[in-house]
T-cell receptor, first 114, second 116 residues
Framework: ELKVEQNPLFLSMQEGKNYTIYCNYS?????LYWYRQDPGKSLESLFVLLSNGAVKQEGRLMASLDTKARLSTLHITAAVHDLSATYFC??????????????FGTGTRLTIIP | DSGVTQTPKHLITATGQRVTLRCSPR?????VYWYQQSLDQGLQFLIQYYNGEERAKGNILERFSAQQFPDLHSELNLSSLELGDSALYFCASSAFSQASGANVLTFGAGSRLTVL
């Protein structure tokens, strides 16, 4: 069974600092997604990483994928308060029948302190 | 507004009762996914439908059932409710994103179920 683990689970950081969230998964996959969720709200798609070595950047967030290590990272640069949210990685497994299932990690609750 | 519509937004009911959650996918999306988000279990995949047919099944209890109708809206039925069923239930639809080069799930706002 696919396991997707994120660390840390909770992260409190000061504005202006850099930090990285890690996402490890247990089964071969070449599709990895990052989502953001604000408290009590829905999930918003941030990035889709499709191949080994893929890197995507949007503003202060940058995501990368190493399929050989089964590891994705979400790097936050010069954090600002607006980035406070819970971040999820999710791995897509396509079964033999072509069914697609997205398995989510545990989430990292990020709090940016002024 | 993501384009995925879920009703009701909030629902409070008692143990043993039955509820139905409704989802309308984004216009043109044929796939519907249901997820359960609770504090202790995180985001759990329940079930997926594609154009009216069940495509994938996850950790869905036997007390739960779902279907997708010809107009592509979907309903998730939860019966014999227990306290542990209290959670946020999300529906998502999927479409190919040219920008991303992959299918991307777009989530609705969720239905918060409280079982007392």
């Amino acid at each position: 069974e696919l396991k997707v683990e994120q660390n840390p689970l909770f992260l409190s950081m000061q504005e202006g600092k850099n930090y990285t969230i890690y996402c490890n998964y247990s089964t071969t996959s070449d599709r990895l997604y990052w989502y953001r969720q604000d408290p009590g709200k829905s999930l918003e798609s941030l990035f889709v990483l499709l191949s080994n070595g893929a890197v995507k950047q949007e503003g202060r967030l940058m995501a990368s994928l190493d399929t050989k290590a089964r590891l994705s990272t979400l790097h936050i640069t010069a954090a600002v308060h607006d980035l406070s949210a819970t971040y999820f990685c999710a791995v897509k497994i396509i079964s033999n029948f072509g069914n697609e299932k997205l398995t989510f990690g545990t989430g990292t609750r990020l709090t940016i302190i002024p | 507004d993501s384009g995925v519509t879920q009703t009701p937004k909030h629902l409070i009911t008692a143990t043993g009762q039955r509820v139905t959650l409704r989802c309308s996918p984004r216009s043109g999306d044929l796939s519907v996914y249901w997820y359960q988000q609770s504090l202790d279990q995180g985001l759990q995949f329940l079930i997926q439908y594609y154009n009216g047919e069940e495509r994938a099944k996850g950790n869905i209890l036997e007390r739960f059932s779902a279907q997708q109708f010809p107009d592509l809206h979907s309903e998730l039925n939860l019966s014999s409710l227990e306290l542990g069923d209290s959670a946020l239930y999300f529906c998502a639809s999927s479409a190919f994103s040219q920008a991303s080069g992959a299918n991307v799930l777009t989530f609705g706002a969720g239905s918060r179920l409280t079982v007392l």
